[in-house]
């Protein structure tokens, strides 16, 4: 199923006395590889949430899938959190992430291929009965791209999913961005990686609690631009859109 057009119009989040996010519009195209970028505490993974429904926040959110159907949603963390000393082992969370049946009865004879191949795409195959406290951070954050092959997603949300990967899991992972990209997938990528960005991303959109500047990477990546947005206050309204 090809991914959905994304529409924020005039999303704000409040916590307490501290605006998160202030009236943030901007529009993700359908089968697009959306880039979002900005400081820590700028309000990137608040969005996200209100997107996955996790946040209450004012504004309309809104989902445009094609056909009749809304289509399947991939979240990506940018870390997975659990202790280390559970005997876990990779076949056992791909279980509990992507079937039904409880993980004491084993993976699923409906998914097991899939688990398998999904495995196989991110260069894990031959380690699925590790201990999952046993993997380093780059080949946990592996395993969690591939529960997000289960099953295939019309809609890909990532935050930082290059964080932790040494330079053969970002080679993996710009390979799963081409297949997102070519299989008509919508991406919506939280990413500090600016370069990353300008090689990978078809749209940018700069957050600092209010959207700075949205558009193309090359000619909307600025110094100038950059600067305002990485600055400790949100930056002026002057540079609020870029064409």
Known sequence: MSGPALCFEQVGLTLGRTDILCEVSLRVAAGSVHALVGPNGGGKSSLVK????????????????????????????????????????????????????????GLSPHRADAIAEALGRVGLLDKRRRRMGALSGGERQRVLLAQSLIPAPGLVVLDEPMSALDEAGAAIFERLLAGWREAGVTVLWIEHDLSAVGRLADHVTGLNRRVLFDGPPAPTLTPERLMALFSTRPAAAGLEVAA
């Open 50 to 105: 209100t997107l996955l429904g996790q946040t209450p926040h004012r504004g309309t959110l809104t989902l445009e899938w094609p056909g009749e159907q809304a289509g399947v949603i991939a979240y990506v963390p940018q870390a997975l959190e659990f202790d280390r000393a559970l005997p876990m082992t990779v076949d056992d969370f791909m279980a509990a992430m992507c079937q039904r049946r409880p993980v004491f009865f």
